[in-house]
């Protein structure tokens, strides 16, 4: 009997008719509930409004009789109506509550309390209520008996002809007489309603058994048999039998699954010929693969290794691991297989053993767990990769790394490593400390235009990320000193990513020593223009000296000087002043050291002030200057102060070729003249010095710039004045040129960028 009642209960088709069945009986029983609760609310609501006619037409029966005071009549009316069936009471109250008229006389003059159900209605309020609706105004109770009535109170209002009657005047401004009561029965309304469940709860009853005996021969014809075929073909399928014909011949949902089985059973067929297949495959690649595999028990023993491990180590059958990999009499300290039975989770480790020839042996060791069906860990699985080769190349890239290390720190100039993108310092030399005062860790994470003088940091910010060189950088070291610097940058990869590597250069004192030998070269340029510059002073001294001789001449004769002679020498007297002292002032600028800064200058004016000082000595000399300038030059970067150096020498230069030329007893005769040219092409602005003297051989043209070397007689030259130029341009980015014909005078051209205004 037991089993039977499991049999039942575990049945698919049981539980499909348990389960219809009890859902169809809960939607009809829902139904006829809300079915008879339908009924019964329609009955009640037409047996009340068929009491509220009734009411009505009582109240409007009486009004005649009411009005004219006729007792008897009212008495009469209510009696008769009172003899119809299912009316219990009839009765009018006044509004003190006392019956005047009722189908029972036992009843007539009673008072009843006004806190009475039938009165309370009314009365629950001060002042009593005077309108209120139908079903305020109903009323079920029970009688003795047990049965129910309906009872049903309605007001009689004050009329304009009641209160003007002679017979029982009242206050005009009264507005309620009294009330009708009318109690009727509901005997034969409840019986009705209870015929109506009960038919209604037949019916539904034969639905559930007739609908439950259908689905009951559905099931079983079109559900259970062919599922009971359908289990059995999978059971077949399940002992290896693929290819099973199940014989259910609907075409229905099941007639598909049938057939879907039957599908299933030649696919798993065939699946399972590939697994079979991938078994032998992934059995040789277990054995063959390149890596070292073993398969270990709880207790460390080896239950399955490939040929790698076997080839390697020698094992021995029930060796424990750490007996094959390292020759150990007991558990390794940190070991990945226990581990991996204590959390289940895959680890990793790195491991040094020795193989079987006893050469130290390194290998990355990953374990996984292997599971049984109920998904316990019965065993691990121990991958290793063999990488003794990239332990030995790490232990010579980490003496390499350490041989760099020592030799960038050893470097005498300082470098740096920054970010590429925020010029953040990542690393450094040893040397920043000696050059710039910070030590490592002070200077490390911070930006690399700290170094730089404040005013230029915004300029450099995006030159550093895309120049490879920059010299003359003015940069600041710890105790706030102005250092100048070369700095070189190139991009590099540091720790994997790129970074710029940058070389400084010192070359503060270098910078020192070339502004005392500019500062030489200039004392040289004065004393041999001393010459020049006495006869240009000894024109304006001597029309001072005509003028004063002139005033004291005409004051020992006690002659008078009118005032406009007085006025034009004295005019001129102050002119010559002024010239002298512009010689002066412009001797004393020019002797002076330059700060060595970089502004915005106009070409032309330099020129202009380089030719002020030798005007009148190359006049005097015979050698004529031609001006072809183009005004308006654009503005160029430069240091005004040594650039008009490099424009004096050149002038010095082609005053002393000419001069030598007409020395010659040889030369041709020609014009002495000297030609200063400047224009813009392109994005150069370009200054040309020429003359028309011996020229330079085109053997040493090439050695002109070089420190040094000159072409004058000893006693005349330092040969220091073209090599200070060639810096002084290179300085302000420009470039110097020479261009020349042996015997016909040389020409030097000055080419400079025009100003970024950026």
């Known amino acids: 009997m037991l089993n039977l009642i499991r049999k039942i209960r575990r049945s698919f088709v049981s539980r499909v008719i348990l389960t219809v069945g009890t859902t169809l009986l809960l939607c009809l029983s829902v139904w006829g509930f809300f079915n008879i ?24 029966g009486t009004h005649y009789a009411m009005l004219h005071n006729l007792r008897k009549d009212i008495n009469q009316i209510i009696k008769n109506i009172g003899k119809e069936k299912d009316i219990e009471h009839v009765r009018i109250y006044n509004k003190h509550g006392q019956i005047k008229f009722s189908n029972q006389n036992e009843e007539v003059d009673q008072i009843t309390n006004l806190k009475a159900e039938v009165c309370y209605i009314c009365h629950k309020s001060e002042p009593p209520l005077t309108h209120l609706d139908l079903l305020e105004r109903t009323r079920i109770f029970n009688a003795q008996d047990g049965s129910r009535l309906l009872g049903i109170i309605t007001p009689i209002y004050s009329e304009s002809g009641c209160s003007s009657n002679a017979c029982h005047a009242h206050l005009p401004g009264q ?36 609908t439950s005996a ?17 289990v059995d073909g999978t059971r077949l399928i399940a002992k290896g039998e693929y290819l099973t014909e199940i014989a259910v011949d609907q075409k229905d949902e099941l007639g598909l699954l049938a057939t879907a089985i039957e599908k299933m059973g030649q696919k798993i067929k065939k699946k399972q010929a590939e697994l079979n297949k991938q078994r032998d495959e992934y059995q040789n690649l277990f054995e063959l693969a390149p890596c070292i595999i073993t398969v270990q028990d709880k207790d460390y023993r080896l239950i399955n290794y490939n040929r790698e491990f076997a080839e390697k180590f020698n094992p021995k059958p029930g060796d424990f691991c750490f007996q094959a990999y390292k020759g150990r009499e007991e558990k390794c300290d940190i070991c990945p297989v226990e581990r991996t039975f204590e959390d289940g989770q895959h680890h990793f480790s790195e491991e040094t053993g020795l ?5 130290p042996t390194h290998w990355i060791v990953h374990t996984s767990p292997i599971r049984n069906d109920n998904g316990e860990i019965i065993a691990a699985m121990e ?39 925020t010029l953040e310092i990542l690393d450094c030399n040893e040397s920043v400390q000696s ?15 700290e170094l730089f003088a404040d005013k230029e940091k915004g300029r450099y910010a995006s030159k550093v990320r895309v120049s490879t060189v920059m010299n003359q950088v003015k940069h600041v070291n710890k105790k706030g000193k102005i250092l100048f610097v070369d700095v070189r940058i190139s991009p590099s990869e540091f720790n994997g990513e790129t970074v710029l590597l940058v070389t400084i250069s010192d070359i503060t004192k270098k910078l020192e020593v070339e502004q005392q030998l500019i500062h030489a070269s200039k004392m040289a340029t004065l004393g041999e223009m001393a010459t020049g510059v006495a006869h240009e002073l000894n024109q304006p001294l001597s029309v001072i000296k005509t003028a004063s001789s002139f005033f004291m ?12 002679i007085l006025f034009t020498m004295a005019k001129e007297v102050d002119g010559h002043v002024d010239r002298a002292t512009n010689i002066i002032n412009h001797m004393r600028q020019f002797g002076r050291k330059s700060d060595n800064i970089l502004e915005r200058v106009q070409l032309n004016e330099i020129l202009r002030n380089a030719f002020e000082i030798f005007s009148q000595q190359l006049k005097v000399r015979g050698i004529g200057v031609y001006w072809d300038i183009t005004e308006d030059l654009p503005l160029i970067m430069a240091d005004a102060s040594r650039l008009e150096q490099v424009f004096i020498n050149l002038l010095l230069n082609a005053r002393d070729s000419i001069d030598e030329k007409w020395k010659s007893k040889q030369h041709i005769q020609g014009v002495k003249k000297i030609e200063i040219k400047t224009e813009v092409k ?3 602005v370009i200054a040309e010095v020429s003359d028309s003297g011996t020229g330079i051989p085109e053997d040493i043209s090439n050695k002109i710039f070089e420190p040094f070397f000159t072409t004058k007689n000893v006693g005349e030259g330092t040969g220091l004045g073209l090599s200070i130029s060639y810096g002084i341009v290179k300085d302000c980015g420009g470039s110097i040129q020479l261009i020349t014909t042996e015997g016909e005078g040389a020409s030097f051209r000055v080419k400079f960028p025009l100003l970024n205004e950026e």
């Not at 050059?435 to 235009?449: A, C, P, Q, T, W």
């Open 37 to 60: 609760s339908d009924h019964k609310e329609k009955v009640m609501r037409s047996v009340i409004q068929g009491a509220d006619r009734l009411t009505n037409t009582i109240r409007f």
């Open 175 to 210: 507005k309620m007489l009294g009330a009708l009561d009318v109690v009727v029965s509901l005997k034969e309304t409840d019986k009705a309603i209870w015929l109506y469940g009960k038919w209604l709860v037949t019916d539904i009853v034969l639905v559930f058994l007739i």
């Open 214 to 230: 259908v689905i009951l021969f559905i099931v079983l014809r079109f559900v259970r048999r062919p599922i009971k075929k359908m």
């Open 355 to 359: 193989n079987k020839d006893g050469e």
């Open 383 to 421: 991958m290793n990769i063999d990488i003794t080769p990239r332990k030995l190349l790490e232990e010579k890239l980490d003496k390499s790394e350490k041989k760099y290390a020592a030799i960038f720190n050893s470097i005498p100039n300082p470098v740096f490593v920054l970010n590429e993108n």
């Open 435 to 449: 050059v710039y005062g910070y030590e490592k860790d002070e200077i490390i994470k911070r930006s690399f235009l």
């Open 553 to 564: 001449k005409k004051i020992n004769k006690k002659e008078k000087i009118e005032n406009d």
């Open 682 to 684: 392109g994005n150069e």
